[in-house]
């Protein structure tokens, strides 16, 4: 089956811009989760949703938020976009239950100017 | 969030057993072991988890210590293709938890 698209994969902005990213899950999972990804902090969790519900939040400034849609894909969005916003933005779906393995998808690399 | 500790860089050469060593000394005992694995360009991959008995799987074996405070994934015979950040996670057991708090993680170099 098809794994985890992002779109863009890459994407250059302008400080004080917004930004939309998107993730399609693997077919039949429900939870789809973002993290950033910055040579200085690594990987970092910023949300979860599953069945268009937020449940589970990082520690990221309110410019960061999401969305996820009745057919599980979910969009993240960031605005007044700061240059430390720079990074990969990875997503990862999965059933949501339990203890499932998480596929990420290959990220959108964003570049703030 | 419980936190793990292991080396920066490794190095071994192909065809060779890689043993990468995770620390977790705070380790509750509601907390799976799990490792992912991240290719050069690529999103992170899991590689295999367990909770307190070694486990195997096509990719690789994970090695639990008895007291569980530390753990060591095994690929048996490494490739160019392993070259890549290994991270050890702790990930308890909460119902449909799905946030995992990555490390550092290990940088693996396989030598042709």
């Known amino acids: 089956k098809a794994g985890v698209t992002q779109t863009p994969r890459y994407l250059i902005k302008t400080r004080g811009q917004q930004v939309t990213l998107s993730c399609s899950p693997i077919?039949?999972?429900?939870?789809v989760s973002w993290y950033q990804q910055t040579p200085g902090q690594g990987l970092q969790f910023l949300f979860e949703?599953?069945?268009?519900?937020?449940?589970n939040k990082g520690n990221f400034p309110g410019r960061f938020s999401g969305r996820q849609f009745s057919n599980s894909r979910s969009e993240m969005n960031v605005s007044t976009l700061e240059l430390g916003d720079s990074a990969l933005y990875l997503c990862?779906?999965?059933?949501?239950?339990?203890?499932?393995?998480?596929?990420f998808g290959p990220g959108t690399r964003l570049t703030v100017l | 969030d419980a936190k793990t500790t292991q080396p920066n860089s490794m190095e071994s050469n192909e065809e060779e057993p890689v043993h990468l060593p995770c620390n977790h000394s705070?380790?509750?005992?509601?907390?799976?072991i799990h490792w992912y694995r991240q290719l050069p360009s690529q999103g992170p991959e899991y590689v295999i988890h367990g909770l307190t008995s070694n486990v195997n799987n096509r990719m690789a074996s994970l090695a639990i210590a008895e007291d569980r405070k530390s753990s060591t994934l095994i690929l048996h015979r490494a490739t160019l293709r392993d070259a890549a950040v290994y991270y050890c996670i702790l990930r308890p057991i909460i119902q449909g938890a799905q946030k995992l708090v990555f490390g550092q993680g290990t940088r693996l170099t396989i030598n042709p």
């Open positions: 949703y599953f069945s268009e519900t937020q449940r």
């Open positions: 077919s039949g999972h429900r939870s």
């Open positions: 990862a779906s999965s059933h949501g239950t339990g203890m499932d393995t998480q596929y």
């Open positions: 705070t380790i509750s005992g509601t907390d799976y």
